[in-house]
């Protein structure tokens, strides 16, 4: 195989990698968010309080995606 076209193999192999954490991060962030922001709002909902929960859960999401993109992008 040329040595060229093995460096651009690679440099593309590593973009893939990078774009595939940020993609992910992304996806996990929307969906995360979203179920537990639904969660909240039941919950809320059920309790009769304003955004309490809804608050919580919000909070509790960021945080769990976030500390998951670095224990992903500490593994590198």
Same mark, same amino acid.
Do not use: C, Q, W
């Given at each position: 195989? $040329?040595?060229?076209? &093995? $460096? !651009?193999?690679?440099?593309? @192999?590593? %973009?893939? !990698? &990078?774009?595939?954490?940020?993609? /992910? %991060?992304?996806? &996990?962030? %929307? ?12 919950? $809320? ?6 955004? =309490?929960?809804? @608050?919580?859960?919000? =909070?509790?999401?960021? %945080? /769990? ?12």
């Amino acid at each position: 195989m $040329d040595p060229k076209n &093995e $460096d !651009k193999r690679k440099a593309l @192999v590593a %973009f893939i !990698k &990078e774009y595939n954490v940020i993609l /992910s %991060f992304f996806y &996990e962030l %929307f969906f995360v968010l979203l179920g537990l922001i639904l969660l909240g709002v039941l919950i $809320d909902n059920y309790f009769h309080t304003k955004v =309490l929960f809804t @608050v919580i859960f919000a =909070l509790l999401g960021i %945080f /769990s995606v976030i500390t998951n993109l670095y224990k992903r992008t500490k593994k590198r």
